[in-house]
């Protein structure tokens, strides 16, 4: 076995229990009292559910949890999610969801890890297995909902049209990874 192969196979391997470890002991797993914001996604394909939980400080994440079930793969990518994104301003957020989204759903032109998603690139491989992307995806999915309504949401908190904590809905459906 070559040096190059055997190094991709190790690391493949790191990716993997990083994973297990992930979804057996996920980060952030809890209901987050006083969020701002509650997201509800379903994948109703495959069964994943889970509520995504973010308590804002102006315009940046200061606190974010999830609870649900799903597949390892699915509960795995929300526990690194909610690690990665707590503290980061939206737009910071938001840059990261596209980085992610797009090494979830794109065959890589390198075959080096991703450049700038830290640990989230033990989640590289989804790409290869599509009934798994959506998994991977769903709470990247929820979390773009609560940045993108986020600023919707809180000017008709401000104008008295809707309360504090209000919950938005995703439902991946026919296929796709919208959100919505």
């Not at 493949?12 to 002991?25: F, R, T």
């Not at 606190?63 to 994104?85: N, P, Q």
């Not at 840059?95 to 991703?114: K, Y």
Request: with cysteine; aromatic share 4%; hydrophobic share 40%.
């Amino acid at each position: 076995m070559s040096t190059t192969m055997a190094a991709s196979t190790n690391m493949a391997g790191l990716y993997q229990e990083m994973i297990i470890e992930h979804a057996h002991s996920p980060r952030n797993f809890r209901q987050l009292e006083g969020a701002h914001q509650t997201v509800e996604a379903v994948n109703p394909l495959c069964g994943d559910h889970l509520s995504l939980y973010v308590q804002r400080d102006s315009d940046r994440i200061a606190d974010i949890a999830f609870e649900g079930d799903g597949c390892a793969i699915s509960k795995a990518s929300a526990s690194l999610m909610t690690s990665a994104v707590k503290g980061l301003q939206n737009d910071e957020a938001l840059a990261l969801f596209d980085r992610v989204h797009t090494m979830l759903t794109t065959e890589p032109l390198s075959d080096g890890p991703p450049a700038d998603v830290g640990k989230l690139a033990v989640l590289s491989g989804v790409w290869q297995y599509p009934a798994r992307v959506k998994c991977a995806t769903l709470c990247w999915q929820a979390l773009h909902s609560a940045l993108e309504e986020g600023a919707v949401q809180e000017d008709a908190i401000n104008e008295g049209a809707i309360n504090e904590g209000t919950t938005i809905t995703v439902a991946l459906q026919d296929g796709t990874d919208k959100a919505s």
